[in-house]
């Protein structure tokens, strides 16, 4: 005893949404505000010191997220792990919540022990922009030919070293990807892409979706997609579609 | 001729769609971005000179329009009215954009010649609060008994004395407003409201959805709706509802 006491730690796990209109991105930096940084900041208000967020997924300037998950080591021992997410909502701006908190076993890392992630990019056909809607789809002035597209989207499924489809100063060390599933839906007036992966390079998602569009729009065969994988070639991939359509959606762990 | 030719006179009206948030509202004023002065100074590079532009109504700091209209005098002889949709479009900010524009008869004023406004509010009933739609909605966490609110919406119709659901600093000559529908009804995962009448008293819509919403937690009966608007009492209805999931929907004309 005399002061020795030992402190417990523990493991939590937080559930994230943001709205990425007003933040560069979730990892932090020097110049810029962070979903990251924000959140680090609050929890350094609980814990009285700093504490790392680590995040399952980097989302970049203008991406949103529903399903973002998080995880850091607490010695907050006055806040039970399930009620993180009151305590932290309570001081965090209105264009982050926390939806979840929870304690989790020591081993766990948000982005580490991730198995999969599902990121939605939704996509609003209309003939005149919406101002509302400007930072949270991309409005595309056209219907969609949404059988084609799925044509096209089944052709992702697999193994592949999607470096066609990669940002051009990705820094991830092997360019190969395991997309589980990738399809279009209609959804509440949008056309929504949903597509799951183990992971993701740097603009992937974005990528595919400025390619597949491309593709639509010129009536191209779906075995074009594999053609474009194979050639291990940007330049032969569509442009890169705006952030504001991307949400990630879910990370999954086993 | 002698440089005496006669400018061609048009009047030409507008409808606009905008995002409200980060305007204060519609109507000029001294201290604060609006979105009648935003437009104003488009008209005013476009013209050379100062346009006065009548909009049909006043929305407040943070309501949202898709289907405002506006009108006004122009000498602008190499702009067909048809264009200035596009015109603007090409110099305003993304949160307004002129959804349509044409020629109409000198005699149309925005305001004055409007017969009915619709008004919609968005409703989203959910137990965590999303963050991409803080400034587009009205999150409620609970599920709305639908039935039950259009059996209070009905009893707004008609012509009665909204005094109870008018704001604290109304300045309208008559309290008197006939309304000639409302209703509310489920959209895209919303709870819409809409409502029409020849017009509004300030802050009316928002007393309104937030009286019902009320009521309708409580489960009063339907006719206390028509005691309060007898009643003419503000402190009888209920608290007033954010500006966030307002938007002026349509203005129509004979």
Not at 184 to 199: C, E, L, R, Y
Request: charged share 20%; glycine share 8%.
């Amino acid at each position: 005893m005399n002061g020795l006491q030992e402190r417990k730690i523990r493991n939590i796990r937080l559930t994230i949404a943001y709205d990425g209109t007003d933040f560069c991105g979730w990892q932090v930096q020097k110049n810029g505000r962070t979903v990251q940084e924000t959140i680090e900041k609050a929890l350094e208000k609980l814990h009285k010191h700093p504490v790392f967020l680590h995040g399952a997924g980097r989302t970049d300037s203008g991406v949103h997220a529903t399903g973002q998950t998080a995880s850091f080591i607490s010695d907050a021992e006055n806040i039970p792990p399930g009620k993180f997410n009151l305590a932290l909502n309570s001081i965090l701006p209105k264009d982050v919540r926390i939806t979840g908190s929870g304690e989790v076993h020591p081993s766990f890392h948000a982005r580490f022990s991730a198995v999969a992630r599902t990121y939605h990019y939704y996509l609003y056909p209309s003939g005149v922009r919406h101002p509302v809607l400007r930072n949270y789809c991309w409005q595309v002035k056209r219907q969609f030919n949404l059988p084609l597209l799925n044509d096209y989207a089944a052709r992702l499924v697999g193994q592949h070293d999607f470096t066609a489809f990669s940002g051009p100063r990705n820094e991830d060390k092997s360019p190969f990807r395991n997309i589980h599933a990738a399809s279009f839906f209609p959804m509440n007036g949008f056309t929504v892409f949903s597509i799951t992966g183990n992971a993701f390079l740097w603009k992937m998602v974005r990528s595919i979706i400025g390619t597949l569009l491309e593709l639509e729009y010129k009536k191209a065969g779906p075995d074009r997609v594999r053609e474009i994988i194979e050639s291990g070639n940007r330049a032969l991939a569509g442009s890169t579609a705006p952030a504001t359509g991307l949400y990630l959606h879910k990370v999954s762990y086993t």
